[in-house]
């Protein structure tokens, strides 16, 4: 007996040292990028800052609909947004993009610096932290090991920083009217479906034990 609580006890604390690597791989970020950013934080937020930084208070999961982390990467690079964004362009030229990229093995990618502001979900981008997932289509399924890497992120972020709510992308207008929306623009929605609510409901329920904030009750069911 004495033994079996001794490997008891091992297995416990090795489950809770596992670690993943996170690979830096970072999206273009120059004084372009940096002054588009300021921009959008003063022009759909009304926030008037010197540096594009953020204070996380939420982490919020996406898919891409993207088939591979290269293309990815390639749609997030570049500062300007291309013209294929056209129905997004006229809330700003400041690109796509997110904080972390997970690629369909569960490897993590690191595009911009934890605290710093990425246009990934309307009205929250000032305090939300983007993971992006490659996939996400009938044929391109997210992964059980994309969902370990969401969990590992998910558990990673709340140890440094002060999150409240964990989110997919397709609850953002939840908050329409929460303290935390500043979009400016009443008209400027996007209809979204990701992560998937399977997906979603997984991870939250993984992190349970973390007591995340319930996400508001939508209030105005009229996308656009």
Known sequence: ???????????????????????????IFNEERKQLTLEYLSERYGLQQDSPSIVPKMVVLHWTVIPTMEETFEAFEQPTLPDS?????GAGALNVSSQFLVDQDGT?????????????VIGLNHCAIGIENVGGTENLP???????????????LK??????YVIGHYEYRNFEGHELWLEKDSGYRTKKEDPGELFLS????????????????KKNSNDI
């Open 159 to 164: 140890s440094k920083y002060d999150i409240d």
């Open 108 to 120: 993590i990618y690191s595009l911009l610096p934890e605290t710093t502001m990425a246009r990934h």
């Open 85 to 89: 964004r056209s129905k997004i362009q």
């Open 142 to 156: 997210l992964t059980k090991a994309q969902l370990k890497s969401n969990i590992w992120l998910v558990r990673y």
């Open 202 to 217: 997984k991870v939250k329920k993984a992190t349970k034990d973390l007591n995340f904030k319930p996400t508001p009750p």
């Open 1 to 27: 007996m004495k033994n079996l609580c001794v490997l008891a006890s091992f297995l416990i604390l090795a489950s809770c040292s596992v670690s993943r690597e996170i690979v830096d791989k970072p999206i």
